[in-house]
T-cell receptor, first 113, second 111 residues
Framework: DTAVSQTPKYLVTQMGNDKSIKCEQN?????MYWYKQDSKKFLKIMFS???????INETVPNRFSPKSPDKAHLNLHINSLELGDSAVYFC????????????FGDGTRLSIL | LAKTTQPISMDSYEGQEVNITCSHN???????ITWYQQFPSQGPRFIIQ???TKVTNEVASLFIPADRKSSTLSLPRVSLSDTAVYYC????????????FGAGTRLAVHP
């Protein structure tokens, strides 16, 4: 069974569209994260939720809105997509926050045309 | 948050032991040191975590000197499948502080 699964794996869309990426973890963890890995391979945290509550909100444009319906799910909705949003987006989870070992999904490669 | 510095890249050959050192001069008392491995087209994977001295698991060993200003990830007898990017992170084990992934060390293992 996949521990952290994200869908879709690939997402190709036009500039200006709205899209969502879903993430689910079956590890029973309390904390979930969204990261962005750009073309230079730097992995930057975007958001962190603990038990459906927003804990970390980095300087991310308002076009990005995370939603956590329950502690096993953390979805990422992106409005008005821009070329600079092209990247690989990783979802992760950990038992609690901080430096607890994080389990990552395999990423969603978002390409904006 | 403690910043980490690692070599950008390393090369090795199959069967050799590889040691990747990470500097974290500003590590705080409550900080743990964690290493992740990332293969192409995959998310990072937790390898090992430690606070001081030596930690060993089935994959690697982590050596941390008494001053904790650096740490060394040791991979015994690497194989081609160990070719990956290795990230060193420093942060508190608890709480909700964010972790910062640096550029990592790109390890290439050659036949």
């Amino acid at each position: 069974d996949t521990a952290v699964s994200q869908t879709p794996k690939y997402l190709v869309t036009q500039m200006g569209n709205d899209k969502s990426i879903k993430c689910e973890q079956n590890l029973g963890h309390d904390t979930m994260y969204w990261y962005k890995q750009d073309s230079k391979k730097f992995l930057k945290i975007m958001f962190s939720y603990n038990n459906k509550e927003l804990i970390i909100n980095e300087t991310v444009p308002n076009r990005f809105s995370p939603k956590s319906p329950d502690k096993a799910h953390l979805n990422l909705h992106i409005n008005s997509l821009e070329l600079g949003d092209s990247a690989v987006y990783f979802c992760a989870s950990s038992p609690t926050g901080g430096n607890q070992p994080q389990h990552f999904g395999d990423g969603t490669r978002l390409s904006i045309l | 948050l403690a910043k980490t510095t690692q070599p950008i890249s390393m090369d090795s050959y199959e069967g050799q032991e590889v040691n990747i050192t990470c500097s974290h001069n500003n590590i705080a008392t409550n900080d743990y040191i964690t290493w992740y491995q990332q293969f192409p087209s995959q998310g990072p994977r937790f390898i090992i975590q430690g606070y001081k001295t030596k930690v060993t698991n089935e994959v690697a060993s982590l050596f941390i000197p008494a001053d904790r200003k650096s740490s060394t990830l040791s991979l015994p007898r690497v194989s081609l499948s160990d070719t990956a990017v290795y990230y060193c992170l420093v942060g508190e084990a608890g709480g909700y502080n964010k972790l910062i992934f640096g550029a990592g060390t790109r390890l290439a293992v050659h036949p």
